[in-house]
């Protein structure tokens, strides 16, 4: 398996990575316990930097399948496997980035982190035509 294949892998995951990260800050934060049986209820109440881990879950989900499907269809036209790999694992830190930008409440530089995830993702599909 590639290492651009292990970053999909790593973009599928990452969602669970925010979202743990806002259900343990929503905790003590006060957001209250966790109810399991009602978790996007108990989500809904989060506030400050464990809401916004939560958005960031949220973006992580849609940035996955623009980048699995451009990860794919790169591995099919034959385009470089260095070069996929490139841009799969910088488009992993720029997401890792985001996230702990978005928590942080640094907008503009998690802005910038965004735009790297995308331009990744674009060239993975330019770099295939």
Known sequence: MTIAYWCVLAA???????????KAGGMRTGAG???????????????????RANWAQQNAFEAFAPFAAG?????????SQ???????LVFIAARLVYGGLYMADLA??????WTAG????ILLFVLSA
């Open 12 to 22: 599928a995951l990452m969602p669970i990575v925010w979202t743990a990260c806002a």
């Open 33 to 51: 316990r966790l109810d399991n049986n009602a978790p996007r209820d108990y989500l809904a109440r989060l506030q400050g930097w464990p809401q």
């Open 71 to 79: 990860v794919i269809i790169a591995h099919l036209a034959g385009t």
């Open 82 to 88: 260095a070069t996929i790999d490139t841009l799969a």
């Open 108 to 113: 503009t530089l998690r802005t910038l982190a």
């Open 118 to 121: 995308l331009a990744c993702t």
